[in-house]
């Protein structure tokens, strides 16, 4: 079920290649705390490269001869970059030194104990270092687009990746769930696209409306830097905290819980909720709880520098997790995936 996303600075019309290799794509994942350096769980700080995160583990698990299931992780990673991630090894009994070494596709960097196992979302955000190729020209409305998205944000919609390798997963999800027994993984990556899909839906219906930077009478607001979430009355105040993007407005990820969503804003959600009843029954079915998700995001530290003789475009800077850099380019560029051309190559 593909569909097409309206972006709140217009289309954008400069074409750029991103992943021409891996070197290309760095990212580095910030925990928010240091490990205690003592624990029954062993913190590897890994730089990968031609591995997905779980495929990492796998490697990790057959090389040392160690279960996957005592691995822990907080966020998954492009296997089409460079990339510097926390992973947790869960040793009892185990007394310091114990110590992995790196393997085939993998260095490890540091090795830390701490008392809990890293879980998934525990990262505060991710540090990007981009590099797109083939920019021939940075056009004066790209330029616009690029200043629009550091001092205003972008539109925080859920990036391809969610949606399946083929862009199929809301079908899968409505055809399998419920009728066949699935792993847990497998239900809960299903349940995850159909409440992305739904979350999409809605952020497209506002910023279409008009109402993506404004806030509407009803609305929920998260606080910047944390998932604090609070409905309070349009103010003067409460409109400049959001014009400094201090606090955002949020949407629903679809299922069962008290809202404090209200008045204009609710019923943007529920016309989308109407369209797509086949969908919300889906969730409902498999006891699907409310979340909320901002609808805008700050990216933090963005800077970026233009080489037009070597037609390159260099980003830095970091995003909250949970939220897709590939959405961010989206608004300013016009994306072709090296990674997925190579990968359409190898396939036939």
Known sequence: MQTVLTYPYGEPETRAVLKSSAADFEVEEVLGFEPVGEGEHL??????????TMELITRMAKDHGLPERDFGYSGQKDKHALTRQWLSLHLPGKEAPFELPSGEGYRVLRQLRHHKKLRPGTHKFNRFSLCLREVHELSEKTQQQLDRVQKQGFANY??????GRKQDNVEQALAQLGTRKLSRTRKSM?????RSYLFNRILNSRIELGHWETPLAGDVFMLRGSHSIFADELDDALLERHRQQDVSVCASLYGSGRSLMSGDAAQIEQRVFAENAEITDCLQRN???LQMRPLRVAAEAFSYDY?????????ELSLPTGCYVTT???????LDDASQARKSIVAH
């Open 190 to 194: 299903l349940l995850s696209s159909l």
């Open 307 to 315: 080489d037009s003789a070597a037609a390159l475009l260099r980003l």
């Open 328 to 334: 961010m380019l989206a608004h300013f560029l016009v």
């Open 43 to 52: 913190f590897l700080w890994v730089e990968k490269s031609g591995l997905g």
């Open 158 to 163: 859920f990036g391809h990746q969610r949606f």
């Open 287 to 289: 006891d699907s709880r």
